[in-house]
T-cell receptor
Framework: DAKTTQPPSMDCAEGRAANLPCNHS???????VYWYRQIHSQGPQYIIH???NNETNEMASLIITEDRKSSTLILPHATLRDTAVYYC????????????FGAGTRLTVKP | GAVVSQHPSRVICKSGTSVKIECRSL??????MFWYRQFPKQSLMLMAT?????????EQGVEKDKFLINHASLTLSTLTVTSAHPEDSSFYIC?????????????????FGNGTRLTVT
């Protein structure tokens, strides 16, 4: 599976958009980009995933570059409750596939 | 949405005893569940893949006789930590994917339980 690179930490002001980058330059054609987050002492929470096209749901937007070598997770209006570690994972979508977690980005939303 | 429930959320046990952790998919069926372990300030590490009706597969370095996994139904997998020792103290998390196929693989991401914090004294 393609390796991902994320900044170790980021800060964001409450109410502003949080843009979390992820590099996955070795991604292959059948690998999806998944985003999860983990709030302290909880299990990871699924946020969004995509293959080629940009995706949006009630939580966030996922922007994938045309060459698919990087992506950005956007939380449009960050709140204090969005403070968490955000994981970008690249993985082939098969029924039996787990998720492999790297170090992620620790996002701190500040008032 | 898909919900994965773990029980207990916290457990404290004495060294040498065994502890069982349950993982349930509440509103979907899962032929495969995954067990992870997370030590403080570290990321999640996959321990094993639990397959309904068959033996679990373990990641390299994980002792299958110490971490017993049973996946007896499509909605329940259990992890038993046998003869627990203080170094087994960790945050154990399970995950599952809706395998009914109603949404297709495209719409079936992996969902995680809220974890079980095990402390062995």
């Amino acid at each position: 599976d393609a390796k991902t690179t994320q900044p170790p930490s980021m800060d964001c002001a409450e109410g502003r958009a949080a843009n979390l980058p992820c590099n996955h330059s070795t991604i292959s054609g059948n690998e999806y980009v998944y985003w999860y987050r983990q709030i302290h002492s909880q299990g990871p929470q699924y946020i969004i995933h995509g293959l080629k096209n940009n995706e949006t749901n009630e939580m966030a937007s996922l922007i994938i570059t045309e060459d698919r070598k990087s992506s950005t997770l956007i939380l449009p209006h960050a709140t204090l409750r969005d403070t968490a570690v955000y994981y970008c994972i690249v993985r082939v979508a098969t029924w039996g596939n787990d998720m492999r977690f790297g170090a992620g980005t620790r996002l701190t939303v500040k008032p | 949405g898909a919900v994965v429930s773990q029980h207990p959320s916290r457990v404290i046990c004495k060294s040498g005893t065994s502890v069982k952790i349950e993982c349930r998919s509440l509103d979907f069926q899962a032929t495969t569940m995954f067990w992870y372990r997370q030590f403080p300030k570290q990321s999640l590490m996959l321990m094993a893949t639990s397959n309904e009706g068959s033996k679990a597969t373990y990641e390299q370095g994980v002792e299958k006789d110490k971490f017993l996994i049973n996946h007896a139904s499509l909605t329940l997998s259990t992890l038993t930590v046998t003869s627990a020792h203080p170094e087994d103290s960790s945050f154990y998390i399970c995950s599952a994917r809706d395998s009914s196929g109603t949404g297709g693989l495209r719409k079936s991401p992996l969902h995680f339980g809220n974890g079980t914090r095990l402390t062995v004294t």
